[in-house]
């Protein structure tokens, strides 16, 4: 039986896209060759990078509007620092939200000057901070959408008259907003678009080639442009896993679509998580955000009787991250609402027991 998987990355992907990537490892195209054996040169796998590019730009509205798209390795702990030396050239301000955004700082105070614009430490990242201002002579302002651990999201996005670049690694196509508003984007697959390995990137063009310092070749965005996204060998099978999940999304209906489905599953899950006296939500309830539910028991000795009935019910991945520790549902686009049905009732049925 297929469990219900609620890992927060790498994290589920949809089984029609599953079945397409296990049968292209076989045999891609009916080329007698694997999608993992395939030259990253070859027309069959210029034409995988292409399609993921484009698509990863239609279906954020971006395509036409000066964007680029491309498949990177390194994660988005790479773009801790490739962002940096892309764009900063004196200082920048950085929106501190969580785990993520304080790694993001540490590497790119290893360039220049980085101020913290704001910060939610004080409460343990359970809030997003909100009426901040940003010096107009900033190179950019960063910030991260979504918190997987803390289980908060940016529910608005700040208004600058400077750049602004965003970690979307855990929120990326499961919303409608403007995406025009940001400048840069990044996000590690292993969320919302495929297995771990690579890291898309969309980068508005007329905002490099700026900076006065030598930038490596890898870490350099616009030779990674000029190169098609194949600078170096590119994580083929990563990529064409992406695509084919953007594929999926498309054929939902798109960001819009998805939106709706995130919306009743977050709802579902919230709602149980504020009417059940045996849990708590961990983050402010006007920042929770619509990926990550996270939760704590009210009694901690139902502790074991609630992660039995997990195991027996086939769910999988709600441990939370030792940072905020109780519980975490992560319920990204490939999740069906069935599975978080799952869960309320597992959670109903132990207060039942109590």
Same mark, same amino acid.
Request: overall charge negative; proline content about 3%.
């Given at each position: 039986m297929k469990k219900h998987n609620f890992s927060a990355g790498p994290s589920i992907l949809p089984p029609e896209v599953l079945l397409?990537?296990?049968?292209?490892?076989?045999?891609?195209?009916n080329s007698g060759l694997s999608i993992i054996e395939i030259s990253h040169r070859s027309k069959d796998f210029?034409?995988?990078? $292409?399609?993921a590019r484009a698509l990863a730009l239609e279906l954020l509205g971006l395509e036409g509007k000066g964007y680029k798209a491309l498949f990177l390795q390194g994660g988005a702990s790479t773009q801790? *620092? @490739?962002v940096a030396m892309n764009l900063l050239e004196k200082r920048a301000g950085y929106l501190n939200t969580g785990a993520w955004s304080t790694k993001a700082i540490k590497e790119a105070k290893k360039l220049d000057d980085i101020y913290e614009v704001a910060s939610s430490a004080d409460a343990n990242f359970n809030y997003i901070p909100k009426g901040f201002d940003v010096p107009s002579d900033y190179d950019y302002l960063h910030c991260t959408s979504n918190n997987t651990i803390f289980?908060?999201? *940016? /529910?608005?996005?700040?208004?600058?008259?400077?750049?602004l670049v965003c970690d !979307?690694?855990?929120d990326i196509y499961s919303r409608n907003i403007d995406y025009s508003k940001f400048d840069l984007i990044y996000a590690g697959a292993q969320k919302n678009m495929g297995p771990a390995g690579t890291t898309l990137v969309i980068v508005k063009e007329d905002i490099l080639g700026k900076v006065s310092r030598d930038i490596p070749s890898i870490m350099d965005y616009k030779l990674h442009i000029k190169s098609g996204s194949m600078l170096n060998t590119p994580p083929v099978?990563?990529?064409?896993?992406?695509?084919l999940t953007l594929e999926w999304l498309k054929a939902k209906g798109g960001v819009a679509a998805i939106e709706k489905e995130n919306e009743k599953k977050a709802s579902l899950m919230y709602s149980e998580i504020d009417l059940n006296p045996l849990f708590k939500g961990f983050a402010a309830k006007e920042d929770r955000s619509m990926m990550n539910a996270t939760f704590n028991l009210t009694?901690? #000795?139902l /502790? $074991?009787?609630? &992660?039995?009935?997990?195991? $027996?019910?086939?769910?999988?991945?709600?441990?939370?991250?030792?940072?905020?520790?109780?519980?975490?549902?992560? !319920?990204? #686009?490939?999740?069906? *609402? $069935?599975?978080?049905?799952?869960?309320?009732?597992? @959670?109903?049925? *132990? &207060?039942? /027991?109590?």
């Open positions: 397409k990537a296990s049968q292209a490892i076989v045999d891609y195209n210029v034409d995988v990078m $292409e399609n801790f *620092l @490739m289980g908060t999201q *940016l /529910k608005q996005i700040p208004q600058v008259d400077i750049p !979307m690694s855990s099978f990563a990529v064409y896993t992406s695509m009694n901690d #000795n /502790k $074991e009787t609630f &992660e039995t009935m997990l195991v $027996e019910a086939g769910i999988s991945g709600v441990n939370g991250h030792r940072s905020v520790g109780g519980y975490r549902a992560s !319920m990204y #686009n490939a999740l069906p *609402l $069935e599975s978080v049905k799952a869960l309320v009732e597992v @959670m109903s049925e *132990l &207060e039942s /027991k109590a």
